[in-house]
């Protein structure tokens, strides 16, 4: 696990992670879609 000694550092890889997360981490339970490529099939 990643220690940080400031916590710029924490707030922004909390952010990077969210982004991944949310937009481009392939999900078995949405058919290996990314959650905003399974978004975009559901507003299509």
Do not use: C, G, W
């Not at 400031?6 to 481009?24: H, R």
């Amino acid at each position: 696990m990643k220690t940080y000694k400031i916590f710029e550092e924490l707030v922004a890889d909390s952010d990077e992670y969210s982004y991944f997360y949310n937009n481009e981490l392939f999900q078995e339970k949405h058919n290996s879609l990314a959650p905003l490529e399974m978004r975009n099939k559901a507003v299509a």
